[in-house]
């Protein structure tokens, strides 16, 4: 057996029982390989979550095909255990085969509470490990620590000094697999049992990347200031510090300093100036230290083009690694957009052309095995509103906002995060990024956002964004909340003249009884639908409108209100260029610049026959009669030369849109 994949899989055989039932409390069948290889065998996974709902996906899409003798095999997946089985309506139980699958039967050496701590993804190397040497039984704390030596390579005992331990966390943050909240735990446990430690905030910088990248940015300083070549020395105590802990750390460590380069490169660390009187930098040190701005931006031009092209995902990788890449990408398209030349911006267009053709072909293969990921790291937008909810969870005064910036582009994103760290110093922001719905339509992605599910759940308003308050308040309904604890409101953007953010917000966005805000800003969106300036001109007008600090104030004043702020985009956008607009009158339900959706594969494939450019996309989460053409690569479906900034299409800059959590830095 060459993965614990195996023993799940060998229970599914083609066309043997058209539905198989199975008790899955662990979630294992939405681990994305292994919902590949289900799919790639002619299985479909749909979740038992919601009877109603599931009702309507059964009946709609696999009953109706039955019922015309066609042939497809389905999985029915409870989050439950087997004996939630006798809960199934009487026709599916009848109907259906019974599995049962769960983490304690696949790894019985260790501890269930801790294996269910962890995401799917890491136990490929666990069960590596337990095949190399079969371990005794263990309890909570022995399995921690296993999992902590065999799966994120840290063993905790042997982390002794600050190079140490500053190593080990360079090492998990820069890969950006968190420790799940009890390997984090255990881990500072065991560190905080040695002295050289107890000074060091460990709680916070082990478990969280964004403030371990706080931590050493406001070091960084004070290594320049007091550097030689052993790496640093004591001398003087620095003040103003907002996180304990030495004052200095050892950047100059041979192990330390070769990532350290990579952060600055990457926008992870800001560069700083000299200090008066510092010791002459070394070469390496160059990437953070602030000097004139066109030379720091063709260095970190280069750079990053080396990083991308050595590090390109391919069509086999996983989803985390097309994020990591577009986060990489985010950073270069927003220096090539704002600050490069010609031949520069001719480079990142060849290799802009090459990605998105690779890109388009693992979106092919892998988009469908996203949709049913557990929530807990969101793959997809309509995961964040379930992710807001286990926040919420833990307490009953704690409120949650999130802000939708409608057609915010990764790299645009990249442009506003400049602008809220200039205007609000104190902000910290917890980023990643997550996968739009295709076609990446407003009325498609973003309603999927608000109602917290795919668009095959909202099939009558899929062509309009007007229930999309509606869906907000009954997802937060069927969750318990009371209708007065929940608010939304659209249209927002523009700063109004006094200055005070409170002028534009619904009183129940203000209300202290508000639990749930759901905001919608659609400045960005405007801009892009009158951009004639390419990508360009809309890093220009973002910047642009930044500077009003409309939004900054948007964050800071629901985050002084108590809320937990986050912030995320139904689409992105690309600039693209006219390649031909199809005459088809109104055969098409959807004539968008960069999709046509059209009621049956028949007219869709007529289309698509004409246009080489666009690509058939298998309406998967969608509602029936729902058959897109997409555009790939840089086309769009207007007149041949036109030249536009557009959404709707499968590149990557479309796809994959930010996701940020806000909060004040530890005072």
């Not at 195996?6 to 599914?12: E, I, R």
């Not at 979630?27 to 590949?36: C, D, I, K």
Request: proline content about 5%; some cysteine; charged content about 25%.
């Amino acid at each position: 057996m060459t993965s614990w994949r195996d023993t799940v899989l060998k229970h599914f055989v083609p066309e043997v029982s058209r539905l198989t039932l199975v008790a899955d409390p662990d979630a294992l069948l939405t681990e994305e390989r292994l919902a590949l290889e289900l799919r790639r065998r002619g299985f479909d996974l749909i979740e038992f979550s919601d009877s109603i709902e599931f009702r309507y996906a059964y009946e709609s899409q696999y009953r109706s095909l039955w019922d015309r003798g066609e042939r497809t095999d389905l999985v029915v997946a409870l989050r439950l255990p087997d004996s939630a089985f006798d809960g199934l309506p009487y026709d599916l139980l009848r109907a259906g085969k019974r599995l049962a699958f769960d983490l304690g039967n696949l790894f019985p050496h260790f501890s269930y509470p801790v294996l269910q701590s962890l995401d799917r993804s890491l136990l490929d190397a666990l069960f590596e490990a337990q095949t190399r040497a079969a371990p005794d039984r263990m309890g909570d704390n022995a399995t921690k620590d296993y999992v902590l030596r065999h799966v994120f390579g840290m063993a905790a005992e042997l982390i002794a000094t600050d190079v140490d331990l500053l190593r080990a966390l360079l090492r998990l943050h820069y890969r950006s697999t968190p420790l799940p909240t009890a390997l984090s735990a255990r881990l500072v446990q065991v560190l905080k049992a040695q002295s050289t430690f107890r000074n060091w905030p460990l709680e916070a910088i082990v478990a969280d990347e964004a403030t371990f990248y706080a931590f050493l940015q406001e070091r960084w300083p004070a290594y320049l200031r007091h550097h030689d070549n052993s790496g640093f020395r004591e001398e003087g105590a620095e003040y103003g510090l907002a996180y304990p802990g030495p004052d200095r750390l050892p950047f100059g460590h041979h192990d330390i300093r070769v990532y350290i380069d990579n952060l600055f490169v990457e926008g992870k660390l800001k560069p700083v100036g000299v200090p008066e009187g510092a010791p002459r930098p070394q070469g390496w040190m160059q990437s953070g230290i602030a000097r004139d701005a066109a030379d720091v931006n063709a260095t970190r031009i280069d750079r990053l083009f080396e990083l991308i092209e050595a590090e390109r995902p391919n069509e086999d990788s996983r989803y985390t690694d097309w994020i990591a890449f577009a986060q990489r990408w985010a950073e270069l398209g927003a220096l090539v957009h704002s600050a490069a030349g010609g031949e520069v911006r001719k480079r990142h267009r060849r290799l802009g052309e090459e990605v998105n053709e690779t890109f388009a072909r693992w979106l092919e293969g892998h988009y469908a095995s996203l949709i049913n990921l557990p929530p807990s790291n969101p793959a997809m937008v309509h995961h964040v509103a379930r992710r807001i909810a286990r926040e919420l969870e833990q307490s009953k005064q704690a409120r949650a906002a999130l802000i939708v910036v409608d057609g915010l582009a990764l790299d645009q994103w990249i442009t506003v995060r400049r602008a809220l760290e200039e205007r609000d110093r104190e902000l910290l922001m917890h980023e990643s990024a997550i996968f739009a719905w295709i076609p990446t339509l407003t009325s498609i992605s973003r309603q999927a956002i608000f109602a917290g599910r795919p668009p095959l759940y909202f099939p009558a308003s899929i062509h309009s964004t007007n229930a999309e308050g509606n869906l907000w308040r009954k997802q937060w309904e069927d969750a318990g909340f009371s209708r007065g604890e929940i608010a939304y409101q659209r249209a927002l953007g523009d700063m109004p003249a006094s200055g005070d953010i409170a002028e534009t917000l619904d009183a129940a966005l203000i209300s202290p009884k508000t639990r749930l805000a759901g905001l919608v800003v659609d400045k960005v969106d405007r801009i892009m639908h009158g951009m004639q300036l390419g990508s360009a001109g809309m890093h220009n007008q973002v910047a642009q409108w930044c500077q009003g600090g409309f939004l900054s104030s948007l964050i800071g004043g629901l985050l002084d209100r108590g809320f937990d702020v986050w912030l995320t985009a139904d689409h992105g956008n690309i600039e693209c260029k006219g390649l031909g607009r199809p005459s088809e009158g109104v055969i098409a339900e959807i004539r968008g610049e960069r999709v046509r959706i059209y009621p049956t594969p028949q007219l869709r494939d007529q289309t698509a026959a004409a246009f080489s450019f666009a690509r058939k996309w298998n309406p998967v989460g969608m509602p029936a009669e729902s058959f897109p053409l997409v555009a790939q690569g840089e086309g769009a479906f207007v007149t041949p030369g036109e030249t536009l900034v557009g959404h709707g299409g499968i590149a990557i800059e479309e796809v994959i849109v930010p996701l940020v959590r806000f909060e004040r830095r530890m005072a």
